[in-house]
C-alpha cells in the first residue's frame, strides 16, 4: 500500500473546459436503435464532448482555458506560480513535455517546476498527491494541476465497444501552501502493470514503432475493428480488476486514517460507465444520493471525469461551504487510488466550452 498524508496545502479553486462539439450516440450508424438504447442504458453515455482532431484542439488548450479563468477569478499573480502538472497521455508532441509548453504560452515565471506525467483515468488523484507533496514544505507556493484527456482520438469508428463511451475535457486545480487555513489531503494509490494490455494503444511508441501494418483497419470480430494506432481494451479484465482491487483500497484509506465515511458529504467515482460505477458504488457502501453522475453528457474524459464532476454537479456547493469527498479511479496500467480531500469555499467558475 503506498499511502499520502498531505497538510499545509489548501485547494484554492477548480475549473473545467471541454469542446464545443457534441456528437450524440443515438447518431451513431454501426448499431441499431435497440443496440443503442441497450447500450445508453448500461453506460449511461448519451452524448459527448469530442475535440475535431485536425491539431486545433489539444488537450493543453482545454487546460489552459480552464486555467487562465480561473488565475484569473484567483487573483493570482503568474508570477508567483511556482509548480505546474499536466496529466495526460494525449501530450502536444512527443518531446518536449507539454508542461514546458504551457508554462511558456501562458506566461508563467520561469521561475517555475513543470513536468508532465502520462498516466490515464488515475490521473486526477496521482495529480493530486504529487503537487501536494511538492508543496507542502513551503519551498513551492502555488501549483497548478492539470488533468485532461482528447482520448476519442484513440476511438476506431469501427469498435463499437469503445466510440460511443470516450469523451474529451480538460480541467485545472490551483493549490496553495497554507500552514495554519489548510485543507488536509489522504490518498492511497495501487499499481499493477501486469494488467498493461487491457487497456492499450500498441503501436506508435518505442516498443512497437509506427510500420506499415499500424494503420491497417483489422477485424476483431462481434462489431469490433481498429487499428494498431486505436485504443484497445479488455471490457472485461477492466471490471474484474476494478471489482476486486477498487474497495479494498478505499477500504484501507479509511483504516489508516482512521476515517468515518458517515462524514463524506459526497463519493466521486471515476465516470468510467455507469454500470461498473453502480456496482463500485454499492460495494463500497455509499446511498446514491452521495455519488453523482455525469457521465450522460461527457462519457468518459479519463482523468478529468472527477474535476469534471465537481464543476458540473457540486459548483454551488463547492463555492459556498465546506465538503468533504471522498474519490476513486482506476485506469490504464493498472493504475488506481482513492482519496479524502477537504475543500471549504473555493473557487469554481461555470464550465467553459472551446
Not at 441499431?32 to 485536425?54: L, P
Not at 509506427?210 to 471490457?235: A, C, H, P, W
Not at 458529504?265 to 454499492?282: G, P, S, T, V, W
Not at 458540473?312 to 474519490?327: A, D, G, I, Q, V
Request: with cysteine; glycine share 8%; charged share 25%.
Amino acid at each position: 500500500m503506498s499511502f499520502l498524508n498531505i497538510k499545509n496545502v489548501k485547494v484554492r479553486g477548480i475549473a473545467a473546459c471541454v469542446p464545443s462539439r457534441i456528437e450524440e450516440n443515438r447518431d451513431y450508424t454501426r448499431l441499431s436503435h435497440e443496440e443503442i438504447e441497450k447500450y445508453i442504458q448500461t453506460t449511461g453515455v448519451e452524448r459527448r464532448h469530442c475535440a475535431i482532431h485536425d491539431g486545433s484542439i489539444c488537450t493543453s488548450d482545454l487546460c489552459q482555458k480552464a486555467a487562465e479563468k480561473l488565475i484569473d477569478e484567483l487573483g493570482w499573480s503568474k508570477s508567483d506560480i511556482g509548480l505546474l502538472l499536466f496529466v495526460s497521455h494525449t501530450a502536444d508532441y512527443r518531446l518536449p513535455a507539454t508542461a514546458c509548453v504551457l508554462q511558456d504560452k501562458m506566461g508563467i515565471t520561469k521561475d517555475c517546476l513543470a513536468f508532465d506525467i502520462t498516466l490515464g483515468c488515475s490521473g486526477y488523484l496521482l495529480g493530486m498527491g504529487t503537487a501536494g507533496s511538492l508543496l507542502q514544505n513551503g519551498t513551492i507556493k502555488k501549483a497548478l494541476v492539470m488533468v485532461g484527456n482528447t482520448q476519442s482520438e484513440y476511438a476506431s469508428y469501427e469498435d463499437r465497444s469503445m466510440y460511443l463511451l470516450l469523451g474529451d475535457a480538460g480541467t485545472v486545480t490551483a493549490l496553495e501552501y497554507s500552514e495554519e487555513d489548510y485543507d488536509e489531503m489522504n490518498f492511497n494509490y495501487l499499481t499493477d502493470g501486469s494488467g498493461r494490455a487491457s487497456v492499450i494503444v500498441p503501436d506508435g511508441g518505442s516498443r512497437n514503432p509506427v510500420n506499415d501494418k499500424s494503420f491497417i483497419l483489422e477485424d476483431y470480430g462481434d462489431g469490433i475493428k481498429r487499428t494498431r494506432l486505436q485504443e484497445k481494451m479488455d471490457g472485461a479484465e477492466v471490471f474484474s480488476f476494478a471489482i476486486h482491487y477498487v474497495p479494498k483500497n478505499f477500504k484501507d484509506l479509511c483504516e489508516r486514517i482512521n476515517f468515518d465515511k458517515e462524514a463524506v458529504d459526497y463519493m466521486l467515482i471515476h465516470q468510467a460507465n455507469k454500470f461498473l460505477c453502480e456496482k463500485l458504488r454499492k460495494k463500497i457502501g455509499f446511498p446514491p444520493e452521495k455519488c453523482p453522475y455525469n457521465i450522460q453528457e461527457f462519457g468518459n474524459t479519463s482523468g478529468a471525469t472527477i474535476p469534471l464532476l465537481m464543476v458540473t454537479n457540486l459548483k454551488k456547493e463547492l463555492e459556498s461551504r465546506p465538503l468533504t469527498l471522498c474519490m476513486t479511479t482506476i485506469g490504464v496500467g493498472f493504475s488506481l487510488g482513492s482519496g479524502c480531500i477537504k475543500t471549504n469555499k473555493i473557487v469554481c467558475p461555470d464550465l467553459l466550452y472551446l
